[in-house]
């Protein structure tokens, strides 16, 4: 997969061939494709590698110890920079990220599900802290989500560049802004 991912990023994912892959991995094509049918196979596999690296990032943010708030914020953040990173690490995922589509959702549903669980937990603290007022906690860990997901094409193309600065705090603002709108906290009326 390194090979391939090298060469996807180099020549692209059209140009390279399963031939390009084992010549470069020091493989026979037969060992190729015993693992795998097509590029489109490696690709598949390239995708949930970087999808296993977001959720490692993510899972060690669930396990700090922080209040809801704080947590909330620390998620949202390294969600954000891990999809970034996974996507930028190779011109390949880039370009097969905002070009394929269907592809890409088909991971994000992966994702969706330990994303969407991942918030619940930590909502869920909130409840149970009483800093947060939530009626429908999957619908809002749903609805977070989608938000979440609607932000990474524009994050990824470097829209937030300008306030990503002075080690994200004009962003953790904002984003604790969002999440005071969203969720009913001592401070501020629910709309949900």
Request: proline share 1%.
């Given at each position: ?25 020091k ?26 690296y977001v ?52 991971a ?85």
């Amino acid at each position: 997969m390194d090979a391939a991912r090298k060469l996807f990023g180099q020549i692209g994912m059209k140009n390279t061939t399963m031939n390009d892959i084992a010549v470069a991995s020091k493989k026979g094509r037969r060992t190729l494709y015993t693992y795998f049918k097509n590029k489109n196979e490696i690709l598949d596999a390239v995708v949930a590698e970087e999808l296993n690296y977001v959720v490692s990032s993510l899972e060690q943010t669930m396990v700090l110890d922080l209040e809801p708030l704080e947590k909330f914020n620390a998620y949202i953040i390294t969600r954000m920079n891990a999809v970034r990173t996974a996507v930028q690490r190779n011109g390949s995922l880039q370009a097969e990220f905002f070009r394929d589509v269907i592809r890409v959702e088909l991971a994000r549903r992966k994702f969706e599900k330990i994303e969407v669980n991942h918030l619940k937990i930590i909502l869920q603290d909130g409840i149970d802290k009483g800093v947060f007022e939530i009626q429908k906690l999957q619908q809002t860990a749903i609805f977070i989500h989608f938000i979440l997901q609607g932000l990474d094409v524009p994050y990824i193309r470097g829209a937030f560049d300008d306030i990503v600065k002075d080690d994200n705090k004009e962003l953790k603002e904002r984003i604790y802004r969002m999440i005071k709108g969203l969720l009913k906290t001592k401070s501020t009326q629910s709309c949900i």
